[in-house]
């Protein structure tokens, strides 16, 4: 229906019709009514409304002129008709942070706040509004909203009985009905007056006419302080979610619950003097409530958990860090202790494994004060009741109660009697399978003040042991295609040749612990008189960079001695095999050959978009920076130019890759200048130290390939 059908409805207005007349005559009742709301919501102003074709306003408190003399509106005024058209509660907690910011109510009759609660007869026709409204913004509770409804049942009861009954019983009467729990004590002693039936349902039968301490001895001396502050103040009290335990009626054990109340004073004024003369105390249960949401919350901490355990373990493709990261992952959120075995022969899930399993306790975490279980090797399970044995036969997560009377017979044989004896009690085990087989289990341990872990919790362990497979599977299978690309960089780097006249050193240090790179160098004899040179990097750190720097130097090699031909051309043609067959995306090297004329030592180099190589004599040290080409890369590239220049007796040559001295946010020619300087400090003519000293003293982000060759 439209607000003018609603408005003209013609059964409506007749209902209005009859009960006007009732409630103008009992204008002091429902006054009373209006007074009621107010002080129940806490708020300023409280009005009983009934609507025709205006605003009737046969019960309020707190209203100013015109509307306290004439006690009427027009339909367009105040928040009541947005409650009156819609037909459902309408709660307005601040109405200058909502759609009302600009209603004439707020505007002109300066109220930001509204609780209205439609007002039914018993046929169903919305005949008006019971609403209290604040100047200020006001949080509108539940148990307002409640209490707000209560009395709405009241001001119809009241109009259609046709009585004239004090204000408070009228309350009372709206609590009885009421679900939340209502009592009413009276003055310092906190007399008990009245309690509903939700209040008796939650505390008990409680006398009347006697003090509150004396009627509920079981609940906590702080609510009864609390009530003692109120009454002397004034002032309301409210809490959410309060937390509550105490032996309840009917039941055989303390238990918590969970509860939203308020304590609010009964004032009664008489003249400028305001007396606190009792106490409304309004409390719902929301147990349930607070429950399901710790349980949704424990979930997502859960989900949460899983996502940080998942990310933590595919973090390293080191086993050992991967299982280090598995213990750790659900200390303290899932476990008080946590370690790791890796079997020595991994074996079948599902199976009665050979006896005895032999384990390397690998991985250990704990919360701090927990006896650490000791990293140990060797250790043996003979199946006669350890969870081990256990998870490996289930081949699934095994959950394991541990008596705290005595040390398990298995802990005293593995080194973990001391764990068990601080109070560890509670075990879960889960075996990690990889291409099928059971290659690691891990174990939860909580103290036994915690908890029991419970189904969603299992849940987890089971989670984080199956990613752990996954992860241990990738780096297991990293590991062993690492392993590869070592054996094959390593058989790439062969020791240089030795040459009469020349001393030479070499030197490669990867990027990381036995990470594999493409830098290289080489260095072969193409005739008794002339000793070929290589320095280069290929893109990347994995198998691919390996495998394309080891092509390279094969075909480098095989160019040098199948062409009797100069650098550059070798470099062109190297240039040329490395577009056609897109050997690597990207390459630098340094290409050079040293020929001894008899009494002197000559070099002839060409470079691909690689670092300068250093020389160093008695008159000093320079980089030969006069030679310069492109790097190789997938596509055409113009020719090389070559230079060449004379190696004296005493001087060394230095060829590198740029991980020597490229760094992060410097200036490449700045940090050449460094090299030539730190060559330059070194007195010493021995080409071994200075090699290990300019590595020493470089980044360790990027590969490095040094080749150090001194005249004598």
């Known amino acids: 229906m439209s607000t003018g059908e609603v408005l003209g409805d013609p059964a409506r207005l007749a209902a209005v019709a009859r009960l006007l007349p009732v409630a103008q005559a009992s204008r002091q009742a429902l006054d009373r009514l209006a007074e009621l709301a107010a002080i129940v919501m806490d708020a300023p102003v409280g009005i009983v409304n009934l609507i025709d074709d205006q605003q009737n306003f046969v019960g309020m408190v707190g209203l100013g002129e015109p509307f306290a003399t004439s006690r009427v509106a027009s339909i367009d005024t105040g928040f009541c008709p947005s409650t009156f058209f819609a037909g459902s509660p309408l709660y307005i907690e601040d109405a200058a942070e909502s759609p009302f910011a600009d209603h004439p109510a707020r505007v002109e009759l300066g109220f930001n706040a509204y609780a209205g609660f439609p007002l039914r007869d018993a046929d169903g026709h919305v005949i008006g509004t019971l609403c209290a409204l604040d100047t200020r913004p006001h949080r509108w509770r539940r148990v307002d909203r409640l209490a707000l409804e209560a009395l ?132 719902v249960e929301v147990t349930d409530r607070v429950q399901t949401r710790r349980e949704l919350e424990r979930h997502a901490r859960r989900q949460e958990l899983l996502a940080r355990a998942s990310a933590s373990l595919n973090r390293s493709l080191d086993p050992g860090a991967e299982l280090q990261e598995l213990a750790r992952a659900v200390v303290p959120e899932l476990a008080d202790l946590s370690t790791v075995h890796v079997l020595v022969r991994p074996v079948a899930p599902r199976s009665d494994p050979p006896l005895p399993v032999i384990t390397n306790r690998v991985a250990v975490a704990g919360i701090p004060g927990v006896p650490m279980a000791p990293r140990l090797t060797g250790l043996r399970w003979n199946g006669d009741g350890d969870p081990i044995t256990a998870a490996i036969r289930r081949g699934e997560l095994v959950r394991q109660p541990v008596s705290t009377a005595e040390v398990p017979s298995w802990a005293l044989k593995t080194g973990t009697a001391d ?61 062993a295609t690492r ?35 493409g830098d290289w160098y080489d260095a072969f004899q193409r005739h008794p008189d002339q000793l070929s040179v290589v320095i280069g990097d290929v893109v990347g750190h994995d198998i691919t960079a390996a495998a394309a720097m080891g092509h390279l130097r094969a075909t480098l090699r095989g160019l040098a001695f199948d062409r009797d031909e100069g650098p550059a051309a070798i470099l062109d043609r190297l240039a040329e095999i490395n577009a056609g067959l897109a050997i690597t995306p990207f390459a630098t090297l340094l290409y050079a050959n040293l020929t001894n004329t008899g009494d002197r030592w000559t070099m002839r180099w060409a470079s691909a978009g690689h670092p300068p190589p250093l020389l160093a004599t008695h008159g000093g040290v320079a980089l030969l920076t006069g030679v310069s080409g492109p790097a190789l890369v997938c596509s055409k590239t113009p020719p090389r130019s070559e230079g060449e220049i004379t190696l004296p007796a005493g001087s060394t040559l230095l060829l590198y890759t740029d991980g020597l001295v490229e760094r992060r946010g410097t200036d490449l020619t700045d940090n050449l200048s460094c090299l030539v300087s730190q060559v330059t400090a070194d007195t010493r003519q021995l080409i071994e130290p200075l090699c290990d000293d300019l590595l020493a003293n470089a980044p360790t982000d990027d590969d490095i390939s040094v080749l150090a060759i001194h005249v004598c």
């Not at 619950?257 to 003097?273: M, P, Q």
Request: aromatic content about 8%.
């Open 152 to 283: 709405a049942n009241s001001v119809i009861n009241e109009m259609a009985l046709h009585q004239d009954i004090d204000r408070r019983q009228r309350l009372l009467d709206a609590f009885t009905a009421a679900p939340a729990a209502i009592a009413v004590t009276r003055g310092p002693q906190h007399i008990v007056e009245y309690h509903n039936p939700a209040y008796e349902a939650l505390f008990g039968a409680l006398p009347h006419e006697v003090p509150a301490r004396e009627a509920m001895p079981q609940v906590p001396d702080e609510f009864f302080t609390l009530m003692d502050q109120v009454l002397a103040s004034g002032a309301e009290y409210r809490s959410a979610e309060a937390p509550v335990t105490m032996l309840w009626p009917g039941e055989k054990r303390p238990r918590e619950r969970f509860f939203d109340f308020s304590y609010s004073a009964i004032h009664r004024t008489a003249g400028d003097e305001v007396d606190h003369r009792g106490l409304l105390l309004v409390s």
């Open 419 to 479: 764990v068990f004896r601080d109070g560890l009690s509670q075990v879960v085990v889960a075996p990690v399978i990889v291409d099928g087989l059971v290659v690691a289990v891990v174990s939860f341990l909580l103290h036994h003040s915690r908890p029991p872990w419970n189904e969603d919790d299992l849940h987890a362990l089971g989670q984080i042991a199956r990613y752990a497979g996954i992860a241990l599977e990738h780096g297991l299978t990293y590991q």
């Open 483 to 517: 392993e590869s690309a070592l054996v094959l960089q390593r058989s790439l780097l062969t020791e240089p040749p030795t040459v009469a006249g020349l001393l030479i050193c070499a030197r490669y240090r990867p990027a990381g612990r036995d990470e594999v790179g």
